[in-house]
């Protein structure tokens, strides 16, 4: 039988960043005010700050590598880019990202820093009670819009530490709250193409 799978819609690019380098990130992160960054942010999140994008372009260089040769695959041509901002989020509990894309930029991506157990735990009961609803306490989904039959246009992700996600700017996603009386960290980060 000859049969053949096309590539075809958003490319979705996921890995797993090292803990040595999850270590230099985390060193990044701060709650200094005087780099607040909530006012050009989608997210109901109070604790938003701009971080410095130079530095953590030049630990994540390696994973980019890694997304480039995936989107050469993938689409058939060669990209570059560089960071253009990055901000660091602090999530607690009812903290939440409503459905959005981002603008000024061709590519996003969201690492996670710490994802404590008590959202873990969380999740784990939500989904044990409700398994038929697709979006739990402090996942993030992503849709390709708008719905469409027979298509599949949503994909959820429960994250860990070191989850990095790589997306185009305008793919739709959103964010779930939680209740747990604990702080997430996660670092977002806008791209643009090198001319």
């Given amino acids: 039988m000859d049969s053949k799978f096309y590539y075809f819609g958003p490319l979705l690019f996921h890995t797993k960043v090292n803990e040595n380098d999850l270590k230099e990130i985390d060193a990044l992160c701060h709650k200094?005010?005087?780099?607040?960054?909530?006012?050009?942010l989608a997210g109901h999140i109070d604790d938003e700050f701009r971080i410095?994008?130079?530095k953590l372009e030049y630990?994540?260089?390696l994973y980019f590598d890694d997304y480039k040769k995936c989107n050469q695959n993938f689409y058939g041509d060669y990209i570059d880019f560089y960071i253009n901002s990055a901000w660091v989020n602090f999530m607690k509990p009812g903290d939440f990202n409503p459905l959005h894309t981002h603008n000024n930029c061709a590519l996003s991506a969201v690492l996670f820093l710490s994802v404590p157990n008590?959202?873990?735990?969380?999740?784990?009961?939500?989904?044990?009670?409700?398994?038929?609803?697709?979006?739990?306490?402090g996942e993030l989904t992503f849709f390709a819009l708008p719905e469409i039959k027979h298509f599949i246009t949503e994909k959820s992700f429960f994250p860990n530490r070191g989850d990095l996600l790589i997306f185009p700017a305008n793919l739709a996603h959103y964010v779930?709250?939680?209740?747990?009386?604990?702080?997430?960290?996660?670092?977002?980060?806008?791209?643009?193409?090198?001319?």
């Fill in 118 to 137: 008590e959202i873990k735990q969380e999740y784990f009961n939500f989904k044990k009670i409700r398994s038929n609803i697709n979006t739990g306490p």
């Fill in 32 to 40: 200094n005010e005087d780099l607040n960054f909530r006012k050009h």
């Fill in 176 to 195: 779930a709250p939680f209740k747990s009386n604990v702080e997430r960290i996660s670092v977002a980060f806008n791209m643009k193409i090198k001319d």
């Fill in 52 to 54: 410095n994008h130079k």
């Fill in 59 to 61: 630990i994540l260089d």
